[in-house]
């Protein structure tokens, strides 16, 4: 008698589920323009210098000097959003440091970010990092570009 609770109560709904669950998720993939996207916000749009550049990154910086760039949009429709930058360790992609700039809204004439700010670290381990500029727009869109530098 347990047993056929335990069944219909636990066992039999999980069931139903996983099945009416794959019904709908095939219906609605089998419509056209219609793709199964888990991370909405991760690499969207990608670009390496058309419309986001980074400004003021060096190849190699000693031990005590400090890192500081400007990041250049000149893609109109991104004129107002979040922008994050990331330093991640090359070999370990380990996040060194990160700096989130959020609100960033500029007008045509200067489109030079963050403003009234400054995204400026000093890394104290020697090694090669890549640093990576991510722009995210209100609409959720984003735009991104990378570069590497060393210190040593």
Not at 36 to 57: A, C, F, K, V
Not at 72 to 99: A, P, R, W
Not at 107 to 120: A, G, R, T
Not at 130 to 151: A, P
Request: hydrophobic share 40%; aromatic share 8%; glycine share 4%.
């Amino acid at each position: 008698m347990v047993s056929t609770r335990l069944f219909v109560v636990f066992i039999l709904p999980i069931i139903f589920s996983v099945i009416v669950g794959s019904i709908v998720m095939a219906d609605t993939l089998q419509k056209p323009d219609r793709e199964l996207n888990m991370w909405p916000m991760s690499n969207s749009e990608t670009s390496h210098g058309s419309s986001i550049q980074i400004i003021g990154l060096s190849a190699e910086y000693s031990l005590s000097e400090s890192i500081e760039i400007k990041v250049k949009v000149s893609d109109s429709s991104f004129n107002c959003g979040d922008l994050y930058i990331t330093i991640h360790n090359s070999e370990k992609s380990n996040v060194v440091t990160q700096g989130a700039f959020f609100e960033q809204c500029f007008s045509s004439e200067s489109n030079l970010l963050p403003i009234n700010d400054k995204f400026s670290k000093v890394i104290n381990t020697p090694g090669s990092y890549d640093l990576v500029v991510d722009m995210i727009s209100k609409d959720l869109s984003n735009i991104s570009t990378s570069g590497i530098f060393t210190v040593k």
